[in-house]
């Protein structure tokens, strides 16, 4: 059983990822934002599968990247499940619209920066779990800590007010895509 989640996961989240993926190409927020909540689901799952299969001496880097993706699918599973809910079904005031609404680039929005850093060190600590068998093994091993790097940049952005509502929407749709583009190699377990 533990082999099969340890494969399955990551195909569920190639799935998601995928979904988002074509949901930000075409414009369907509501698409993504119910593809990012089983991205969180699938990639608890696969930071555990890491845990799990890592040698002995990198079990703990294992136990941090469970953690770590377990506060990131926290934060995210808030973020959407407002935007499918309350921010989809209800009039909100101009405010309450400026703070919920994740196209307003407001809390929500910065939250789920911040659940995205999260995420960028649980697979940091994955990649700490690879032993490099292989040439695929070796590259599997940069990209989880090269995405890593990411966390710098999802933590500081909001602070710096980078992100405005009115950026053009081509620009973070770009942005997301690439992302997809290089996570879709770290599903590999």
Known sequence: MNKKIGVYSPIANLIAVTYFALSMLFGFDYGSYFS???IAFSF??????YAYFAE???KLAGYVSIAFSAIYTGIILLVYFAQLTTVRLNELTPQAAILLDFQHCGL???YDLLGYAVMSL???FAGLTVTSRT??????KYLLM?????FIS???APMFGLFKASSPTWAGVAVLEFWCLFFLPCLRE
């Open 36 to 38: 990012s909540m089983f």
């Open 44 to 49: 608890v799952l696969m930071m555990c599968g």
């Open 56 to 58: 002995k001496e990198s």
């Open 108 to 110: 929500l929005f910065n």
């Open 122 to 124: 649980a697979t940091f």
């Open 135 to 140: 040439k695929a093994d070796q590259w599997l």
């Open 146 to 150: 090269i995405h890593g790097v990411f």
């Open 154 to 156: 999802c933590l500081i």
